[in-house]
């Protein structure tokens, strides 16, 4: 389950701003190790990047809990949002859910990533999506010499073998 995830009743999409943030959260579990080629498969699939377009009457509806008078708006606390438990986190999505009502006025929330600050996460609430206003491009399968990859190694502190020291 994820930090905001509302236990699929509506289901959630997790979307990075950047392709270095999405590469490192599926990445993240193999911290303190060194890169293996097996790491970018999952459930015996190559793992694969897609761009995400968001229409801005869908953005208009997220809320971005990274500015301060929006969590004061929304009546939220950033230690809240950032707890390790995600049965807080969960339950301020659902509550968030809740406050948009049938209207969806609430679309999802803008936090940062639990990795580092520079990058952000977009939660997208799947009921409140209207037609497309989410558009998905076409998948790129990860190799280990893509940048994005060699990035998230870095900013993860997952070693190299091809390169002794990183």
């Known amino acids: 389950m994820g930090r905001f995830d509302l236990h699929d009743r509506p289901p959630v999409r997790y979307l990075a701003d950047s392709a270095d943030h999405a590469v490192a ?43 301060p008078a929006v969590l004061a708006e929304l009546e939220l606390r950033p230690d809240e949002l950032a707890h390790h438990d995600r049965t807080l986190t969960q339950a301020i999505a659902r509550r968030l859910h809740a406050r948009g009502g049938a209207a969806g006025a609430l679309a999802g929330l803008r936090w940062w990533s639990a990795l580092t600050g520079a990058w952000h996460t977009t939660v997208i609430f799947t009921d409140r999506e209207r037609a497309r206003e989410v558009a998905f491009g076409a998948p790129r399968h990860l190799e280990p010499d893509d940048d994005a990859v060699i990035r998230a190694l870095v900013v993860l502190g997952i070693r190299s073998p091809t390169r002794p020291g990183a």
């Open 25 to 67: 959260e599926v990445l993240s579990p193999f911290r303190g190790t060194t890169f293996r080629p097996a790491y970018l498969r999952q459930s015996g699939q190559q793992l694969a990047l897609v761009a995400v377009t968001l229409a801005s009457s869908l953005v208009a509806r997220i809320p971005d809990c990274t500015d």
